[in-house]
């Protein structure tokens, strides 16, 4: 540190007479697209999830079963581990700055919090959608490389329709981790719940529609770990579509109104 | 300026902020002082919009702080040093900041050069800053924006006593500027150094506020003229001590009858004339033992490691 006494400039006008307008949500937005990469540990979640991607493709491409080698195959591989990391960037874009503090400048800055929340929001789905393209860049390259090390025709079977899908299904998945972030507010428990309701919520709901013929009946509706996986199938068909709506409702549309409620006036300290 | 009416703020049964009414002045430092848990922070928080008041109304510029279009801008605020992300260097927590307000990048060095943070400092990560240099990196945070307020919670907590002075001159000519600078701190003689005007709370209500000349005069009279100067000096002429308040008033060791004759005779209609508060020192060391006691109740007052 020096010991600068150098003064500050005197306040330049009245403030009264300044012309401020509101900060406009792309300047937001551009900040919280920052704040993935600019820490070390958030780098390094984003590189976890590159080298996540590019480690499944890679494997599968050498290592896998040759009359299954093709682009859909590679693209639908890499999406369920996809599924597991990606979330955690926009979880932790929320819980991060209670578990930092940092929300202490954040809302400073900008009081309509919701717009804050709004921006790491389109961030979240930003970075969920450029993670699907670039899986699909991966497949793309781990299917000539593959293809042309075992000296077989590559195949490029992934409909734009099918990339589609797989792209929601990541942004879903990451919908599901931003509101859980929002109701918890805290980064620890908040990607453990995430982690429950990815990996122990399925079993737990088939286990549940074994033994209860009424939630059975209903389960399709309501787990949405489960139903959100037909979308890296081979096709939707409407009842699917509307049970995926309803699900999502249910864990996203529901948690991210209790919890924005909640978020918007609670004392940040 | 930043106006406080009426303030409370109730968590269930316990008011951390009780009916708390001040104003901080542009052009001056107002002193927040009280001991750790009077309701400082709670009353700043209200203020810049972080904590909602359970009634009452804080403004700032004459609007209410989340109501100004960009804050930043307008008001510098610093609530906690610490309550910066770890992981970011110093500089990139001012990028983000810069780029929030829209302000051009060449900004984040003039702020860097104003609280005397170097260039390698700036890179390093805020995680290995010392408290001193995140209370530098904060004050910068909040001189980004250029404003005309300055809310600063603790503000001196951690720095060396160069860097208090240099605290104190920084906040001097911020407020010789024009702007206003409301700053709290739980220590006396922090607030002495450094603030024009003190506001004291303890236990969540103001109990004395006023400018520092009166405040720590020990007078026993507060007089006021409009014409102050000429009070001071017929007060003086008759054998007072007579201090100017800094805002209109004499501070004077003069009985009130005394100092009434006094600008009777001089021909000075005194606007107001009352017993000055009790000494600043007295009530604040009351305050703060008050505190002390409720944790020490069963310690016995003598045989105790003096």
């Known amino acids: 540190m020096t010991a600068a006494g150098t003064t500050p400039a005197p306040p330049t006008s009245a403030a009264a007479a300044r012309s401020s307008a509101r900060v406009p949500f792309h300047r937001l937005l551009d900040v919280e697209l920052r704040k993935t990469v600019d820490t070390r540990a958030s780098a390094a979640l984003l590189a976890g999830v590159a080298g996540t991607a590019a480690l499944v493709v890679g494997a599968l491409a050498v290592w896998g079963r040759e009359d299954e080698l093709g682009l859909a195959y590679l693209a639908g591989s890499v999406a369920y581990p996809l599924q597991l990391v990606v979330p955690m960037v926009a979880a932790l874009a929320v819980t991060g700055e209670w578990t930092q503090r940092g929300a202490l400048t954040t809302f400073a800055l900008v009081p309509r919090r919701g717009r804050v929340v709004g921006a790491k929001a389109a961030a979240g789905l930003l970075v969920a959608v450029a993670t699907s393209l670039f899986s699909f860049a991966l497949s793309a390259l781990g299917t000539a490389v593959g293809s042309a090390t075992r000296g077989i025709d590559p195949v490029w079977d992934l409909s734009l329709d099918a990339a589609a899908r797989l792209t929601l299904l990541l942004v879903v998945a990451t919908a599901v981790g931003f509101a859980f972030a929002v109701v918890i507010r805290a980064s620890a428990p908040t990607l453990v719940a995430y982690l429950l309701f990815m990996l122990i919520l399925p079993p737990l709901s088939s286990m549940l529609a074994a033994v209860f013929d009424g939630y059975a009946a209903v389960a399709p509706w309501v787990d949405l770990s489960t139903t959100m996986s037909v979308l890296s199938g081979p096709s939707v068909a409407g009842e699917q579509w509307a049970q995926l709506g309803v699900a999502t409702l249910v864990w996203v549309a529901l948690p991210l109104v209790l919890g924005m409620r909640r978020l918007l006036r609670v004392e940040i300290r | ?306």
């Open chain 2, 1 to 306: 300026m930043i106006q406080i009416a009426a303030l409370t703020k109730r968590y269930g049964d316990f008011i951390a902020v009780d009916d708390v009414s001040f104003t901080a002045e542009p052009g001056r430092v107002t002193g927040f002082l009280g001991p750790n848990g009077a309701g400082k922070s709670t009353t700043l928080r209200t203020v810049v919009g972080l904590a909602e008041p359970t009634t009452g109304r804080a403004t700032v510029l004459g609007r209410r702080y989340a109501d100004l279009p960009n804050p930043g801008l307008e008001v510098g605020v610093l609530l906690d040093a610490s309550a910066q992300h770890g992981g970011r260097t110093g500089r990139e927590t001012l990028v983000l900041a810069q780029r929030t307000l829209g302000l051009p990048r060449t900004r984040v060095d003039e702020v860097l050069e104003l609280v005397g943070l170097t260039r390698p400092e700036a890179r390093r990560r805020v995680r290995d800053y010392s408290l001193g240099m995140r209370q530098r990196l904060g004050i910068a945070t909040a001189l980004l924006g250029d404003p005309a307020v300055l809310v600063l919670d603790e503000p001196a907590n951690g720095l060396d006593p160069a860097g208090i002075r240099w605290m104190r001159d920084l906040l001097r000519s911020f407020a010789d500027g024009g702007g206003t600078v409301l700053l709290s701190s739980h220590l006396l003689a922090e607030i002495e150094m450094i603030a024009d005007d003190i506001v004291m709370i303890g236990n969540g209500r103001v109990v004395a506020s006023g400018s520092k000349a009166t405040l720590l005069s020990g007078a026993t009279t507060l007089a006021r003229a409009d014409d102050a100067d000429a009070l001071g000096a017929a007060l003086r002429a008759a054998g007072h001590d007579a201090t100017p308040t800094g805002d209109g008033a004499v501070a004077t060791d003069a009985g009130l009858a005394a100092a009434g004759r006094v600008a009777f005779a001089a021909g000075l209609p005194l606007t107001e004339l009352r017993a000055a508060d009790g000494s600043l020192e007295e009530m604040f060391l009351a305050l703060t033992a008050g505190t002390q006691r409720d944790g020490a109740t069963a310690q016995p007052t003598t045989g105790a490691a003096a």
